[in-house]
């Protein structure tokens, strides 16, 4: 497997195309990857890409950025269903964590649903705790009928010393 920075606009619409983006936060994607606060990777297994993570510079949800202010977050976190169960998503973090660490970060946080037990767990074989903070994370996805629509999920906030 291996892991890619994105960094071509070429690489990014690769891995939109294999892991089914929405066309909306590609191009957020982007604009964020341009200004510098985004670092984006994709799985690639030597055919497509089957998987897709984010590193945030500067959280995008005030209550992160309210309790650890200055570090990262990692965010969008996906595996392709056929791909999953064979240790792509610990690589990609691992990716992540790596790049953060180099970039002299202390920690980084994440969000997860707070219904997704297999997320969870799969991030604390990783060293993430549950730091005892619930928030509201929201992003925009297709409607089905070419609109957008909001959608929020309760996440709990889990943090990892970079140390």
Not at 132 to 156: F, I, M, Q, T
Request: charged share 25%; proline share 2%; net charge neutral.
């Amino acid at each position: 497997m291996n892991i890619i920075e994105a960094t071509s606009n070429e690489t990014i619409d690769a891995i939109k195309r294999d892991t089914s983006a929405f066309d909306n936060y590609i191009k957020e994607l982007k604009q964020k990857i341009a200004e510098g606060n985004v670092i984006f990777y994709g799985a690639h297994d030597g055919n497509s890409f089957v998987g897709r993570v984010c590193l945030i510079r500067v959280p995008e949800e005030q209550v992160v950025r309210d309790i650890l202010p200055g570090q990262p977050a990692l965010v969008a976190l996906q595996i392709n269903e056929s791909a999953r169960r064979r240790g792509i998503g610990s690589q990609l973090v691992t990716a992540v964590m790596a790049k953060a660490r180099s970039l002299g970060y202390q920690k980084i946080s994440l969000g997860v649903e707070a219904g997704n037990q297999a997320g969870k767990s799969l991030y604390e074989k990783l060293g993430f705790v549950y730091e005892g903070h619930n928030y509201e994370s929201c992003w925009n996805e297709p409607d089905g009928e070419g609109g957008l629509k909001r959608v929020c999920v309760n996440a709990l906030l889990m943090v990892k010393e970079l140390g």
